[in-house]
Structures are given as C-alpha cells and as structure tokens.
C-alpha cells in the first residue's frame, strides 16, 4: 500500500520528518544528561550493547545501533582513547576484533541506567501507557527488516 504520492507531498508532514526530528531531539536531551558522564547517546548505545554482551564486535555494534563502520571505529578510538574498553584480536580468527570494557568503562555503563530513563520518561509524560505500547509496536515495525 502506497501511503504518499508526489501530488501533496508536504515534508513537514511526512513520517521520515517525524522520526527524524524526534530523534533529534532525543539526541539533544540524552547528550545534556549524560554531559556529566562525558558521553555522547551514541556512545552510550555502544557501552551498554557491550556491558549487556549484545554485541561485542565493531560489525555487531555498527549493525545493531544503525552506524557506519568509518564512524563506529572514530567512535570506539574516541572510547579506546579515554580507556572506557580495550580491543584484542580473536585468537580463532585474527580479522576479528573483540571489545571489552575497561573497569572505567563499566563503571560509566553502570551509570547510565540511573540517567537515561528520566529523559525518555520526561519526554514520554504525556503519553497513556496504551499510547506508549501502540508507539513502541508500531517503531518496532517500523524498523524491522
């Protein structure tokens, strides 16, 4: 089913516009809370996919959280740098690198869980519990492959 044409197509209304602007937003409330951790939302979504053992590869991490290999390896340089986790070669396959958090690194991660919910709470106030399952079902859709 074909839910837009090119006659009356208006930006500001589409879906794409919607998501998007709601991820900015986002990104803009999440980097101010976590300022103190001195990690960006991006980051954060690397640091707990590795503390929860989601992914534990740059190509797991890229493809899990939607980000480009050229940006995933700056990002986790950035995380190597400030000694929040370490890289190490898999010793079953040497083209493999496998990442692991530092004690600092899982100490931040630890963090996270005590900050994050309040943003996404704050911007959820408004929103009836049936409202937020319906949102969260059809993203969820929205995105599956």
Do not use: W
């Amino acid at each position: 089913m074909e839910h837009y044409s090119k006659d009356g197509f208006m930006l500001t209304h589409s879906i794409g516009f919607a998501i998007n602007k709601a991820r900015n937003i986002l990104v803009s409330e999440m980097d101010a809370a976590l300022k103190d951790l001195d990690i960006t939302s991006q980051q954060m979504g690397i640091l707990l996919s590795l503390k929860r053992g989601i992914a534990t590869t740059p190509f797991e991490l890229s493809k899990l959280l939607g980000i480009d290999t050229g940006l995933m390896t700056r990002m986790l340089d950035k995380l190597e740098t400030r000694g929040l986790l370490e890289r190490s070669r898999s010793l079953e396959d040497r083209r493999v690198v496998n990442l692991t958090l530092t004690e600092k690194g899982e100490e931040v991660a630890a963090k996270i869980p005590e900050i994050a919910p309040a943003v996404l709470n704050n911007r959820l106030k408004d929103f009836s519990k049936a409202e937020f399952k319906e949102m969260q079902r059809l993203l969820l859709k929205f995105v599956a492959d």
